[in-house]
């Protein structure tokens, strides 16, 4: 394709994106199934600068300011991931002659809301958290793409295993630092094209989600809520650590959500997950199952702003007032997943969220009211599952995953046992 057919074609793709009334990888799949004579190689650089201007809109709107033509090529052209000399062929001489003054520009120097690229909502309160320096690691960490972690189906393979066979295919990876389970992949390779994938020895799962099911710590034999499942990461995970014994159940109140299980749940070999969509946190099937469960996991509906490397429109896309609505539903969907669980059992509450409102606040207030669970220490609890260096992942009783600290998503938990 011609360098300005391309930039044309991001600057279109873009005008999409920024309107913020859609998840941005829908929109960028959308638009992929528009335009099927695409090359590879072009889709990455479509959607490597698209992520990119939307990671630091703030800052590349500001730069952009001083340029002239359509908005949405200006910030392409600043944002953009593929070849500098492809971009060179496609500039006119006045484009690149602004582009050359804007790169002289010391970005260091500029206000700090355009150096982070956050909303103030969200950057007071992880300033005050974090304190200035690690919040201005988090705020880098943020502006950068996420590496793709792989979780080893252990029901079919080992880790050692996995990392020769993608050796062998010519993938760099290593093992994660923390979860057994774990591979780290460099770049982004087909892997549904690899037998090792299509197989279900392999799922595509951040490490900290891992360290999640690893919390949960299922066992053989046992009766397993996975309480809100959605497309069913951490319920592969669970299935697996049972050894495809007992029975484990994905709940979750969307079925087009569980239907993605589906495809995922063939390949994994696993006979004992049985998904359900429920109604909301009251449904008859969750009260059948009160006092019956030994372990729950609630991965709770979250802002997700732990997630930003993935999906950096989330901070765009979210606002306080809808944070706020979450944390009441958080609330509630801990309180009426607490009574699945026998004495005895655990249960964990889980977010991939960065905010204390999200977290630690919701955690706290169910202790308070819920007597009859006990906190228990997820260091103590992540040792006996092999998970290495789990005193680094832990703050204050929780387990608390960062960005630019763990090289994870933003992950949270809390963990209790019915008495």
């Given amino acids: 394709m011609h360098p300005n057919a391309l930039l044309d074609l991001t600057a279109e793709l873009l005008r999409s994106v920024l309107k913020f009334d859609s998840p941005a990888d829908g929109v960028v799949s959308a638009f992929f199934r528009k335009n099927k004579n695409l090359g590879q190689r072009e889709r990455h650089t479509l959607a490597e600068t698209t992520y990119a201007v939307v990671r630091q809109r703030p800052l590349l709107q500001h730069l952009a300011q001083s340029g002239s033509g359509p908005i949405e090529r200006r910030l392409a052209i600043l944002a953009w991931e593929g070849s500098p000399s492809f971009l060179k062929a496609a500039l006119h001489p ?8 804007v790169e002289s520009i010391d970005r260091g120097s500029l206000a700090p ?16 958290r974090l304190g200035e320096e690690q919040f201005w690691q988090l705020a880098a960490a943020m502006n950068e793409g996420a590496p793709l972690d792989l979780r080893v189906n252990t029901l079919k393979a080992k880790r050692e295993e996995v990392l020769a066979a993608l050796h062998a295919a010519g993938i760099i990876c290593q093992p994660t630092p923390h979860s057994p ?3 780290r992949i460099q770049g982004k390779p087909a892997l549904a094209k690899l037998e090792l994938f299509t197989s279900g020895g392999i799922e595509v799962q951040d490490e900290g989600s891992q360290l999640l099911a690893l919390l949960l710590d299922a066992k053989r034999g046992e009766m397993v809520v996975d309480f809100c499942a959605g497309a069913g990461g951490k319920t592969l995970a669970l299935g697996a650590a049972m050894r495809n014994t007992g029975r484990l159940y994905a709940f979750d109140v969307s079925g087009h959500r569980l239907d993605a299980l589906k495809p995922r749940l063939a390949r994994s070999g ?4 049985h998904p359900a969509q429920i109604a909301h946190e009251r449904d008859e099937r969750i009260k059948r199952l009160a006092g019956k469960i030994d372990r729950v996991l609630v991965d709770a509906p979250c802002s997700g702003l732990g997630t930003l490397r993935r999906n950096p429109d989330l901070k765009w896309r979210q606002s306080p007032k809808a944070v706020a609505e979450l944390q009441d ?6 309180a009426s997943a607490s009574r699945l669980l026998k004495s005895g059992g655990r249960l964990v509450y889980a977010t991939c969220s960065l905010l204390d409102s999200e977290n630690e606040a919701v955690a706290k207030a169910f202790t308070e009211m819920h007597k009859d669970f006990r906190p228990l220490d997820p260091v103590e609890l992540l040792d006996k599952a092999q998970v290495a260096g789990a005193q680094t992942l832990c703050e204050n009783g929780f387990l608390r995953l960062w960005p630019h600290r763990h090289q994870t998503d933003g992950f949270f938990a809390a963990v209790w046992e019915k008495q």
Wanted: net charge negative; proline share 5%.
């Fill in 181 to 183: 389970w774990g591979v």
């Fill in 270 to 273: 696993l006979s004992n997950v």
């Fill in 94 to 101: 006045q484009e690149q002659a602004w582009l050359d003054q």
């Fill in 329 to 334: 539903k958080q609330a509630a969907i801990l």
């Fill in 113 to 128: 809301k355009l150096r982070h690229n956050l909303p103030d909502w969200l950057a007071e309160p992880l300033l005050a």
